[in-house]
């Protein structure tokens, strides 16, 4: 398959150019960045390939043959360095932006309210095993009815009653409360918005608070 970046495959492009240098010295630097992968001393195609760089699931993207590199190898060399000491400084900085942003975010989580009180309090394991069994009960019926335009009002009142169930199942449950947190961005900002779902996974009680703070862009992106 021929590399979507065939630039330096084939061996006739010998000659180095500023185009091929910073398209060399940026495959060299995802490739330290843990990007891609490099493979070295190939046969690609026939051609003996010296570099050839290819994604995480083995496409081929580029490389450099041994022609090509046998013309040009102390140049190559340097910009495998270069390529080199700036992933490494990329990688420096997102450490630290991590570790910044990791902070942020235990800031951001002191500000959540208390954790609320989940429903109910009065565990009945049998009241709570005949509700769940009612609520599959209805749910198998609304299958029956799913695809039918004239049924949408029978369905209206089968979700209806299976909410009320869920809600009685909470006053029977003995919670087993868990809770998560999450980290995201509004779309296009630096604004960093820290969620908290607090849930029982036994009977669907769900509660969910989030808080937000716009931080500095450098604190973002480079």
Known sequence: MRAKMSYMIDGKEAEMNAQKKVKIREG??????????????????????????????GRLIGGISEKTYSENADEIEKLMEKARLLAAKELAWQEER?????????????KLPAIPEAPGGDPDPTREEEIKAKIEELKGEAERFMGDPESSGILLGIES????????????CDHEIKVEYSREWLSGTSVMVV???????????EHVDSVHEELPESVVWR
């Open 28 to 57: 060299f630097k995802r490739v330290f960045l843990g990007e891609y992968t490099l493979k070295e001393n190939v046969v690609i195609e026939g051609t003996r390939v010296r570099y050839a760089i290819c994604n995480k699931s």
């Open 98 to 110: 991590d570790a910044e942003l990791a902070k942020r975010e235990e800031t951001l989580r002191a």
């Open 161 to 172: 009653q299976i909410g009320r169930l869920h809600k009685e199942l909470q006053t029977y």
């Open 195 to 205: 969620s908290r779902r607090v849930y029982c996974p036994k009977c669907g009680w």
